[in-house]
């Protein structure tokens, strides 16, 4: 029987409890992804008491239901990302990447969540002659950067991949992660420093600024605190509705059963990044993508899968990697897609600098909220951050 449950969150799980009647901290922060969890982390650092509502359960969101990638840089590619944003900016977003990855790893490590992430590097696949010029532009503007990145040429790529004219551009720094466990043993280690982090508790509306504090009501009680935070991807305008360039998006996951044989090394980004693949420590395939064959009914907040699109993974997955293992997991995820595509981070308008927003990622959300998280935290606690002009601020 296939699964609806993803990949990452079909295991035991013992749910926390709900927020009952009232609650006190310094911060309330709003989603227990990876968003959230790394500002509450942050925010704790910083001397604060945080309490942390989730609607469902930790990682259950858009972090929880993704690719399982642990990757660098920005959603477009990074020579993209200079004409896009100019070199100077892309360079502080891309070298902020690989900075958070490191700190992501160290903070893995002391929470005992290391094992939960493996750095085998990524390759950015191009699949014909036109994207292989692509994958050549983009080496080279990251050379010139001084950004890691090696390519490959049509010989060396793995077996199944191998076709005329493909190339590829190997990023060492990057692997993959299994989400759930590694945020869930972040939770965990957040509430034995004194974080409270409460399940099942579905804010209601933006949290209101009121006289010197701010409330952030559930059906089932209130948060009162100093401040709030919002960390949330493809739901962000739901409930900040000035973040409206934020939409969401459903992206198409499949897994297979365990293989028993390696046909993937590491990860694959493909077609200008519209597939991702990669094989799970114990054999799986894990594979989305085809966005685009979605089209517009892609742009959705329904966690719903599209059969279009799966069918058409399955046959990528015997097409491309000649692999014919059952699929045991099918699913979507939803994320948040700006057009300009950054993520936005910062105050939220009207709110008299007491509530603060962090979201839509462009489906590469497990490194770049890490760095949004950052951004935030410091404007809360300082005023103040060196990175804010990283990403765009919430909508006005």
Excluded: K
Excluded at 10 to 31: F, H, I, M, S, T
Excluded at 108 to 123: K, M, T
Aim: charged letters at 20%; glycine letters at 12%.
């Amino acid at each position: 029987m296939t699964s609806s449950v993803p990949l990452w969150q079909d295991e035991p799980y013992a749910a926390r409890p709900p927020l009952e009647g009232e609650a006190r901290a310094d911060v309330c922060v709003v989603g227990a992804g990876i968003g959230g969890l790394a500002t509450a982390r942050r925010l704790l650092d910083a001397g604060l008491s945080v309490v942390v509502l989730e609607r469902s359960e930790v990682a259950s969101g858009a972090s929880g239901r993704n690719g399982g990638f642990f990757i660098a840089g920005a959603a477009p590619m990074y020579h993209d990302t200079r004409r896009l944003w100019g070199r100077e900016r892309a360079a502080a977003v891309h070298g902020a990447t690989l900075a958070a990855q490191r700190e992501m790893l160290e903070v893995a490590e002391a929470v005992g969540a290391r094992s939960h992430f493996r750095r085998d590097g990524l390759l950015r696949l191009a699949v014909d002659a036109s994207e292989a010029d692509d994958v050549r532009r983009n080496a080279a503007a990251l050379a010139e950067d001084g950004f890691p990145g090696q390519l490959v040429a049509e010989d060396d790529l793995p077996a199944p991949l191998a076709r005329p004219g493909r190339a590829g551009l190997f990023f060492p720094h990057d692997g993959s992660v299994h989400p759930v466990r590694w945020l869930r043993a972040l939770a965990g280690a957040l509430e034995s420093r004194g974080a409270r982090v409460l399940e099942h508790s579905p804010v209601v509306g933006l949290p209101v600024a009121d006289g010197d504090g701010v409330g952030v009501t559930t059906a089932s009680g209130v948060v009162r605190c100093d401040r709030a935070v919002v960390a949330m991807d493809g739901d962000l305008a739901a409930l900040v509705p000035s973040a409206r360039s934020v939409r969401p998006r459903r992206l198409n996951m499949v897994a297979t059963a365990p293989l028993g044989r390696t046909v993937l090394p590491f990860p694959v980004y493909a077609r200008h990044g519209h597939e991702y693949v990669h094989q799970t420590a114990d054999g799986r395939v894990a594979l989305g993508g085809f966005s685009d064959l979605d089209g517009d009914a892609s742009w959705t907040a329904r966690a719903e899968v599209s059969a279009p699109v799966q069918e058409r993974l399955d046959r990528w997955l015997v097409e491309e990697l000649g692999v014919d293992a059952p699929v045991t997991h099918r699913w979507a995820g939803v994320v948040g897609f700006a057009e300009d595509p950054l993520p936005r981070c910062g105050p939220v308008p009207g709110t008299a600098g007491r509530v603060f927003a962090l979201g839509g990622y462009n489906g590469t959300g497990h490194v770049q909220a890490w760095v949004a998280s950052g951004v935030v935290a410091d404007l809360l606690v300082t005023g103040a951050s060196p990175a804010a002009g990283l990403y765009a601020t919430v909508d006005a």
